[in-house]
């Protein structure tokens, strides 16, 4: 009689609950579409930056080229914009007087030479991507 009350009380007791509840699934499917977002949106904003950063190595290329391609100042008031595939620059050219000094720091004189700034685009009047500036050296006083 002893050994059939444990088996009486084993065949009374509800049957436990294996598995996950209908809410306990609806959390964890919504926790991981929130995390996918995320992860999609950050995925997507690397690619973008990459193809900017891209953008912006190719322009300041173009810029260098367009400043490469003068040794005076002069030579680049000639050419004022250009095109070098599909960038379009412009160049602004101002005169100005660089201050020279002697080793010990005295003033030795002014030397004629003219900021130089490089303003890079994708379209002939598209926005500026890239603004380089730099100074050139006059070949004879403005």
Same mark, same amino acid.
């Given at each position: 009689?002893?050994?059939?009350?444990?088996?009486?009380?084993?065949?009374?007791?509800?049957?436990?609950?294996?598995?996950?509840?209908? #809410?306990? !699934?609806?959390? &964890?499917? %919504?926790? +991981?579409?929130? *995390?996918?977002?995320?992860?999609?949106?950050?995925? @997507? $904003?690397?690619?973008?930056?990459?193809?900017?950063?891209?953008?912006?190595?190719?322009?300041? #290329?173009? !810029?260098?080229? &367009?400043? %490469?391609? +003068?040794?005076? *100042?002069?030579?680049?008031?000639?050419?004022?914009? @250009? $095109?070098?595939?599909?960038?379009?620059?412009?160049?602004?050219?101002?005169?100005?007087?660089?201050?020279?000094?002697?080793?010990?720091?005295?003033? +030795?004189?002014?030397?004629?030479?003219?900021?130089?700034?490089?303003?890079?685009?994708?379209?002939?009047?598209?926005?500026?991507?890239?603004?380089?500036?730099?100074?050139?050296?006059?070949?004879?006083?403005?």
């Amino acid at each position: 009689m002893n050994r059939t009350r444990p088996l009486l009380r084993a065949l009374r007791a509800p049957a436990r609950q294996q598995g996950f509840s209908l #809410l306990e !699934a609806l959390v &964890a499917m %919504a926790i +991981a579409a929130m *995390a996918l977002g995320t992860l999609y949106r950050t995925v @997507g $904003q690397s690619s973008k930056n990459v193809v900017d950063v891209g953008a912006r190595v190719e322009a300041a #290329l173009v !810029a260098r080229s &367009a400043l %490469a391609s +003068a040794t005076y *100042a002069e030579d680049l008031e000639r050419q004022p914009t @250009g $095109q070098a595939g599909a960038w379009y620059w412009s160049v602004q050219v101002s005169p100005e007087q660089a201050q020279l000094n002697e080793v010990d720091g005295r003033p +030795a004189g002014a030397l004629p030479v003219a900021k130089v700034t490089v303003h890079v685009a994708h379209a002939k009047d598209g926005p500026t991507v890239l603004v380089w500036t730099t100074w050139k050296p006059y070949r004879a006083a403005p």
